[in-house]
């Protein structure tokens, strides 16, 4: 990603309300982000516990612009003796690592209470995962492709979910 500012952050959400946008509490590490190492930027609201939001670059009509995405994790966690995937960089985890978050979505099927749903990392953390943890079947294979392959499926779904919520 290109690096971003607050402000630029905070205007790029999709389906919340402007202040909503300006309420919410960025990353504590927003000032130190290494960018261009992150697919998308996601983050957990450390002030309001099941808030998380989503901001990734989007390249509509030759344009490079941030869309931000608002979502909201189920209150039911699951078990930490299952095993769950996250949907998005696809690493298995226990159940208490991965959560079923809802979006809004935009428009008129939004304020009708029309959500999109999809199982994700609870910390939103996939960018740094799909870099840093190797999943076992892939172990042997050579390390940075492995997550170069990993992080160019990572925007693909990434993708693939802000356009189900802004269809
Ligand atoms: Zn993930």
């Known amino acids: 990603m290109h690096a971003l500012t607050e402000q630029q952050v905070r205007r790029s959400f999709l389906n919340c309300s402007q202040g909503e946008a300006k309420g919410l509490t960025l990353p504590r590490d927003f000032a130190d982000l290494d960018w261009a190492s992150l697919e998308l930027l996601g983050w957990r609201d450390p002030k309001a516990p099941l808030r998380g ?3 990734v670059e989007t390249h509509d009509d030759e344009a490079i ?3 931000g995405i608002a979502v909201r994790a189920a209150e039911s966690r699951m078990s930490v003796r299952t095993a769950a995937m996250c949907l998005l960089c696809q690493t298995t985890q226990s159940g208490d690592a991965v959560s079923l978050f809802t979006a809004r979505r935009t428009g008129a099927a939004g304020r009708n209470g029309n959500t999109v749903g999809t199982y994700m990392c609870a910390d939103l953390a996939c960018a740094r995962r ?7 079947w892939l172990q042997d294979r050579n390390p940075a492709e492995v997550a170069a392959g990993r992080a160019a499926d990572l925007r693909e779904r990434v993708r693939g979910f802000v356009d189900a919520v802004r269809r």
Request: overall charge neutral.
């Open 130 to 136: 799909v870099r840093e943890e190797v999943p076992p």
């Open 53 to 55: 939001y989503l901001v």
């Open 65 to 67: 612009r941030p869309l």
